[in-house]
């Protein structure tokens, strides 16, 4: 008799960004394949300083246990800038604080998937939400997507024909992985359709924040007047990810389940994280540090866009984001971009095959470019190299320079 | 057409504690109702200046994303701890950082369990384990124990009528709610039966260190030839809570399943908590905090069992435990604990009835003291208003002394 594991141990596997990661910790390789903030952003200093007040201040409650819900003072903040920027009026009592919004995810897989229960979301998701709610064993259905988001007409045809849809699960802001941002008239026309259904909705929401052009849309949260809407947000992409902290906001009919299974997975968050993040955004203005973030990551997309402009050959399609860490790319149909990574590897440049985005397999000619996390120069070498494999492998030598190749894209 | 939750959630609900503490914040209640440890042991100075050097020397690397194994300085620093004061011979590589050692209830649930398989464990359990693993749907087998720990004989008599047992949960030292402590005889004579029949043991050990007297015992992962134990750790109880750092320690079979699942749930854990536990460890000796902790414990369970003696009326059993955080009570079979509580806290004192920690239920004449948050004289004064309640209740008025009523028990 050997040990046996539970059955959902088959159908899980290590991420497979995470075994690219590996591979790229190489300091030769110049890697577009994780998801990672650019450090030189992080409020270093101003953490110190608050770490150190708190400890002095209330010491012995900040490394205390502390209640599931949450720090009162982390989530009041959270509150009131969710109604400043998201015009979401949440009240404190209906924000969750979690550990990362990853955490968010494997609390709603607990809270609302049977094995077998349908989760509607885009084409393509985020891997990691994949990763999460896999374990509950759900049924994935992919809605098709385009540029301004998921299409409405196809979600209904699909909710008409699932009688087990059970959640839908998008990321409308810049998503990952496309960058990709739903149109105001995308949104309201989903939440007609779910609230007509009355299908609860996850909405990812880490990178809302980071827009670089355009006007900011309301958050479906904020365009919900049944409570349909669980809104996940996270400081990781707007502060520090090193912390794990994020949040949940959910009406407290929803919330108080989330809780009762929070309490199971890991009792709380760290109360000292907590106390640290609060004290930050209480002494020090998150919004100067958000902006700095914002500069930064504009210019990174734009030095990206550009070189893929002059580097890679017609006939690959890119996203052109608004805000986010991540483009999208579309290489011709022929070509596998799990077979590309091996030959960039060897380059030393790296990104991560889009067919992991979608739940259920296909999509093999895409992946998924982050340009948040290496300076412009660095982004020009590495487009470099990979323009080279794709010009190679598309037939053409010569780089093409700026044409029709890219399609306008996100918004 | 309402919004519809996973099955798993009919039958989860708030931890009972939970609640309890709710109603014991008021200042002018005893409470020995939770499990917290004592805040004055806390190094609050010694944090605030590995807080500060962490995010000087490293600040970088401590607010940013990181694997999700562990911080590998404090992975190591754990593995020789393990070696030196349990005789567990852990490499730093089959240790995964957890969030909490709750978390590694979560994981196991997922790691190993499907609807309807059965989880063995000592009778009664911890609360918070049947919380974490209620919601992957096993059956709790409840394993009959004594003073010296679980009864093999149980044990093998249970396994060869139950075909779907997959695992057993203990805790071996100083248990919750008990007090107990297996003795050398029971460890081995457990351990000859899972390996006989190859089950995989959690054993859960967050208080083995705080042993208040008596000869230290190997751990079951110390004496685990073929690798069937998974060791639960956690810095709460020997350092401080609020951070949330546990472990996880077992071969790497089973480790690498426990990182995939972790991954799905929360990425990693905080990198800076990480750091800042490692660098304290590095720094100073987290031998003297022990020490402190168990001498300041040590007075605190010698307090509440001299008050118990003298207060409670006869026919009330209590343990005494050689170490760890709680002693157990257990009254006359016509008393109802529940009903005592209510009594109790109209006397502006409480405790946690044991009924909860039978997965099963029954017991209901039990209760759960904690004597490791509150100083002698509070302990005095709580005990004595709860020997008042008890009292009346027995139907003695006056105390009678220390006598037979206490029986003889933990070790």
């Known amino acids: 008799m050997a040990v046996q594991f539970a059955k959902r141990m088959e159908s899980l596997k290590a991420s497979e960004i995470r075994e690219i990661l590996k591979v790229t910790q190489r300091p030769e390789v110049i890697s577009f394949a ?45 509150a009131e800038r969710m109604r400043d920027r998201l015009a979401a009026d949440v009240p404190p009592e209906e924000v969750l604080i979690t550990s990362g919004s990853q955490q968010g995810l494997d609390l709603t897989g607990k809270v609302f998937l049977d094995e077998g229960d349908a989760v509607l979301c885009e ?19 992919e809605v ?7 299409l409405p007409e196809e979600l209904d045809k699909r909710l008409a024909a699932e009688p087990r849809a059970k959640l839908a699960y998008v990321i ?74 994020g949040w949940l906001a959910a009406r407290r009919r929803l919330l108080e389940k989330y809780v009762v299974v929070k309490q199971g997975a890991d009792l709380h968050t760290s109360t ?7 004290a ?19 210019r990174r997309r734009d030095a990206m866009i550009r070189a893929i402009e002059a580097e890679f050959p017609p006939g690959v399609r890119f996203t052109r984001p608004h805000g986010g860490l991540f483009l999208w790319v579309e290489l011709p149909a022929s070509l596998n971009a799990r077979e590309v990574l091996a030959r960039c590897v060897a380059e030393n440049v790296a990104f991560v ?49 700026v044409r029709e190749a890219g399609v306008a894209a996100a918004g």
Chains 1, 2 share one sequence.
């Open 123 to 141: 084409s393509p998701t985020y891997l990691g939400a994949i990763n999460a709610l896999q374990v509950y064993r759900p049924r994935f259905v």
């Open 144 to 150: 098709p997507t385009d540029d301004d988001g998921m």
């Open 172 to 245: 409308p802001d810049f998503q990952n992985p496309t960058g990709r941002t739903w149109s105001l008239a995308r949104r309201h026309a989903f939440m007609e359709i779910v609230s007509r259904r009355k299908l609860p909705v996850v909405e990812d929401n880490p990178y809302g924040e980071l827009r670089f052009e355009g006007t900011p849309l309301p958050a479906l949260k904020a365009i919900d007047p049944d409570g349909l809407v669980v809104f996940l947000g996270t400081f990781s992409k707007i502060f520090c990810p090193g912390l794990r902290i």
């Open 272 to 278: 000292l994280a907590q106390m640290q993040i609060a």
């Open 34 to 78: 994780g998801g990672l903030p650019a450090p030189e952003c992080f409020p270093v200093d101003e953490m110190r300083e608050v770490a150190a007040r708190v400890l002095s201040e209330r010491g012995r409650v900040a490394l205390q246990y502390s209640t599931t819900e949450g720090d009162p003072a982390l989530r009041r903040a959270i």
């Open 353 to 401: 095959p889009g067919g992991s985005f979608f739940p259920n397999g296909g999509h093999e000619n895409t992946f998924r470019l982050n340009f948040s996390n290496m300076p412009e120069p660095r982004i020009a070498e590495g487009i470099a190299r990979l323009g080279r494999v794709l010009r190679e492998l598309v037939g053409r030598v010569e780089p093409s320079g």
């Open 280 to 298: 930050y955004v209480e002494a020090y203005d998150l919004d100067d540090n958000v902006a700095r973030i914002r500069e930064v990551y504009r």
